[in-house]
């Protein structure tokens, strides 16, 4: 289990660079892109463009911003009941919980498929910018499959620290 985890974790290491490079980037030209549409708007020379353009990059920083809360076990999450159990019950608790988020991510990327497929078979295009719509409704799908990776890491990892806490008891109750 542990050469599974540790290449799982030079997944994560670099899927998290990756993350951390895009939402950074997207932040910036987007405010960028914002103050810009503002300074036209008072010189009375609207960018038509830049609120579209704003709106799709706020479609995958959002996304992405999913992947990076998953990754660094931020999201929302009931925590009554692993207060009441037991370590090992906390671990089940835990992977059981990964296991539906990652079930649910997967139908995500399933069904998005699906749809861009039928955005590629009958392509649409932006009112303002006139580019395909693909690039903004595949931002979800991008996001829930990047989610779903980082699932399988968590899941492993739980797994892993599972089978280490019950080696250790084992070890502990023999001496």
Not at 72 to 82: G, Q
Request: glycine share 4%.
């Amino acid at each position: 289990m542990k050469p599974i985890v540790r290449v799982l974790d030079k997944v994560d290491f670099w899927l998290s660079k990756l993350e951390n490079l895009i939402c950074c980037s997207l932040i910036v030209i987007m405010a960028c892109i914002i103050f810009l549409q503002i300074i036209c708007r008072f010189a009375k020379f609207p960018l038509v463009w830049s609120e579209e353009l704003g709106r799709f990059m706020f479609i995958w920083l959002i996304y992405f911003s999913v992947c990076v809360s998953t990754r660094r076990e931020t999201h929302l999450c009931c925590d009554i009941l692993p207060i009441i159990v037991n370590d090992t019950g906390k671990i089940i608790i835990k992977i059981v919980s990964n296991l539906l988020c990652l079930a649910f991510f997967i139908f995500v990327t399933y069904h998005g498929a699906g749809v861009i497929q039928k955005l590629i078979n009958r392509p649409q295009v932006s009112a303002a910018m006139q580019i395909n719509m693909i690039w903004a409704y595949i931002g979800p799908y991008v996001g829930a499959f990047i989610a779903s990776i980082h699932y399988v890491i968590l899941i492993f990892r739980e797994i892993d620290v599972l089978i280490s806490t019950r080696s250790r008891k084992e070890v502990g109750s023999n001496e």
